[in-house]
């Protein structure tokens, strides 16, 4: 099985080169369908908010950047019901430094980056690919054996304990197909 990420910004032609047999799927939220529902902004709508009883969230990055937490401003559970995929994200220019990631809506505890990543985005994102994505995982896997896959995304970092730059999804679609989610 054949699985290589590649960053969207990368000429078609490019990646055509280097990769001359291969599938080339966009799964960020400029993707088609049905691919664009790998993106953490795709509003599946009914995700579980981590350490949140009896909340949900229309997509993952809603739950990442609705627990997030600045220096002039706390979590803002509006963006967990966000189901355009636009005006999600929230930005240190506005609000401030990033202090961390609360851990649940109502929780005291504040994670830092590296713990947020593992104690919520993965959890949140494989939710998802368990949940919601199923024939998608099929077809990704089924093409990724019959002659290779170039999953495209904005980031390309596959290490999760990277955090010097953002932790590509595409990554993750990749490992979980491949059967190698990433435990501690």
Do not use: C
Request: aromatic share 10%; glycine share 6%.
């Amino acid at each position: 099985m054949k699985i290589v990420i590649e960053s969207r910004k990368k000429k078609t032609e490019t990646i055509q080169k280097a990769y001359p047999s291969y599938e080339i799927i966009d799964v960020t939220s400029k993707g088609v369908q049905p691919y664009v529902k790998f993106s953490p902004f795709y509003p599946h709508g009914n995700i579980p908010v981590p350490f949140t009883e009896n909340s949900v969230a229309s997509s993952v990055e809603g739950i990442w950047q609705g627990l997030k937490v600045f220096e002039t401003t706390d979590v803002d559970a509006s963006k967990f019901s966000i189901s355009n995929m636009k005006n999600i994200k929230r930005t240190v220019r506005k609000n401030g430094v990033v202090l961390g990631h609360r851990k649940g809506l109502h929780g005291k505890e504040l994670l830092p980056y590296l713990e947020a990543r593992w104690s919520i985005y993965l959890p949140s994102y494989k939710w998802v690919l368990d949940h919601k994505l199923e024939e998608e995982l099929k077809e990704v896997e089924r093409l990724a054996k019959e002659k290779g896959v170039v999953l495209l995304d904005y980031e390309t970092n596959e290490e999760v304990n990277n955090v010097r730059i953002p932790l590509s999804h595409a990554s993750l679609v990749k490992k979980y197909i491949l059967g190698e989610w990433p435990e501690r």
